[in-house]
T-cell receptor, first 115, second 110 residues
């Protein structure tokens, strides 16, 4: 149990549509990041938010955007969906103190299928 | 960017056997984690180990940061150990992200 909750767990969209994925975490976890994991590959970093501002971004186009809210929950939005966007999307938060401050904890993911 | 390579890519064990998984990385790191990804996609934290040695039950891990590698030891393997094992690193100059390795697919058979 990581304390990171994602929704929805599964969803199906068609090419060209838009999707919003959601993530919530334990209070005090003020850093959230999103990863995309295509089938058979390792997760790839999309972006990270700290105190409601983006503070790191991977090699993803602008149609991938995000938000972090004052309660530290977060959204990942993807516009103009493409077939290659089909993947498992993972949200992660960081530990906030002690010896493992840099440790990331992942949610169970949202599996997106684009038809 | 940093390269993170894991070996072996695939491993089949009989229940009760021991194994060692290796993670090599091409640059200095300030964070290294080992994960087990179960068949449902959940990434389960095994170790946060940028350096040194840790043990947790049947699992242990060692990171030798100066030589740029980490090892994950699984003893007395069980069928529930099956899945994909990833190491992931953060490195100086890499921004606030984990870079994942290529993964080791482990299958433990009865």
């Amino acid at each position: 149990e990581t304390g990171v909750t994602q929704s929805p767990t599964h969803l199906i969209k068609t090419r060209g549509q838009q999707v919003t994925l959601r993530c919530s975490s334990q209070s005090g976890h003020n850093t959230v990041s999103w990863y995309q994991q295509a089938l058979g590959q390792g997760p790839q970093f999309i972006f990270q938010y700290y105190r409601e501002e983006e503070n790191g971004r991977g090699n993803f186009p602008p149609r991938f955007s995000g938000l972090q809210f004052p309660n530290y929950s977060s959204e990942l939005n993807v516009n103009a969906l493409e077939l290659d966007d089909s993947a498992l999307y993972l949200c992660a938060t960081r530990g906030t103190g002690g010896a493992n401050t840099g440790e990331l904890f992942f949610g169970e993911g949202s599996r997106l299928t684009v038809l | 960017g940093i390269q993170v390579e894991q070996s072996p890519p695939d491993l089949i064990l009989q229940e009760g056997a021991n194994s060692t998984l290796r993670c090599n990385f091409s640059d200095s790191v300030n964070n290294l984690q080992w994960f087990h990804q179960n068949p449902w996609g959940q990434l389960i934290n095994l170790f946060y180990i940028p350096s040194g040695t840790k043990q947790n039950g049947r699992l242990s891990a060692t990171t030798v940061a100066t030589e740029r590698y980490s090892l994950l030891y699984i003893s007395s393997s069980q069928t529930t150990d099956s899945g994909v094992y990833f190491c992931a690193v953060e490195y100086r100059g890499g921004g606030n992200k984990l870079t994942f390795g290529t993964g080791t697919q482990l299958k433990v058979e009865l």
